[in-house]
């Protein structure tokens, strides 16, 4: 996972590969979801959703809230 700051990217698997990014200047929302058990050990996941269909998915990363607004301030 990566947030530079010209765009987010997700990149998974080991053997075969699935890579998702978008522009900063494309994102339309930032959701964070987080059950309890996230919330006491700091872990979540984030949907970036942009322009149309296109969304990045965060799984399981530390410190969400975090994230979500260091990919706020940048877009």
Known sequence: FAVSNKRV???????SRNVSEMNLDSI??????????GRLLNFGTIKVYGRGTSSV????????VKVRKLIQNKS
């Open 28 to 37: 339309e929302s930032v959701n964070l979801d987080q059950n309890v058990l």
């Open 9 to 15: 990217i997700s990149k998974k698997g080991i053997v």
């Open 57 to 64: 998915i965060f799984v399981g990363i530390d410190e969400p």
